[in-house]
């Protein structure tokens, strides 16, 4: 009974002991971050510029951290599908957001009953202006043109954007506000955008420099002015608003997000893979033949910029009466 007892007491000592290990073991492999795939949620569709810059960071990503980024397309409400999926994905940092301007944009206009806060961002990537484009050959060859020709006709020059209250329909409003033009606003989708100006069907409209740089060096459309706070070395012959005698200014800007609480550890391991994958070779190369700006930030810095452009982004929306409060709540 007695060398029962001690086998039972030894049989108990052995299982808690290796309770003890596996629950090592278990720590250790947790701490060994990442060691499967890791989502990267687009939130517009295959084929646009903002999925094949992602796919592309996510491929550079990938080499640097040793595991599979998969670029994962969740388009809809101009960006809420995807920052309320990795909203309530769990902070493991096994999904992040493809973020832009969207985020900003998509909270102020109601989308989504958060604010750009409810996530965690890891930094910035890169930016690009979205000049203000007529078509090539429209009879207006500078801004102050076009605004003239506007107050003399209010209410009759049609303005095309990707979607209400998407970034370039808010870079339309700031530049028809700079300017007096009383215009109608026209949200044709990404992927009429261009095609509305080049048809004709639309007057103007504002798009990222890199879906519509190569329309311009074509002659099919002209850049009037940039938005911006100075002009893009990729565009330097295009002034900005401000030189053409008027004060726009609101860029595109593209970074990663992550769920609320995601330990900082892992945080700053995605943050730093993402600066790499951004001065990558391939990725550098990529932005200066599709033009956009790489000009990488890190959280605090990202962060900071985020509240600076998100109260303009709200001020446009109010001026516009587009701002909806329940997104602040």
Known sequence: MTHFKTLSRRSALLAVAATVALGTFAGVARAEFPDKPIELIIPFGA??????????????????????????????????VTYTYVKNAAPDGYTMAWNSTSILTTTNLGNVPFQHDALDHLGQVEYQPMPFAVKGDAPWKTLKEFADYCKEHPGTLKIANSGTGSATHLASLAVMNAIGCDAIHLPVGVKRRNATVLSGEADAMNGPVSSTRNLAKAGKIRFLAVPSSKRNPLIPDVPTAEEAGYKAELDLFRGLSVPKGTPMEIKAKLAD????????PAFVDFADKNGFTVETMAPEEFNAMLSREDAKVKQIMVDAGLYQSEAKK
Do not use: F, T, W
């Open 47 to 80: 084929g646009g510029s903002a999925d094949i810059e992602g796919r592309l960071l996510a491929e550079e990503m990938g080499k640097i951290l040793g595991v599979p980024v998969v670029p994962v397309n969740k388009p809809g409400g101009g960006g809420a």
């Open 273 to 280: 893979a993402m600066i790499k994958a951004a001065h990558s």
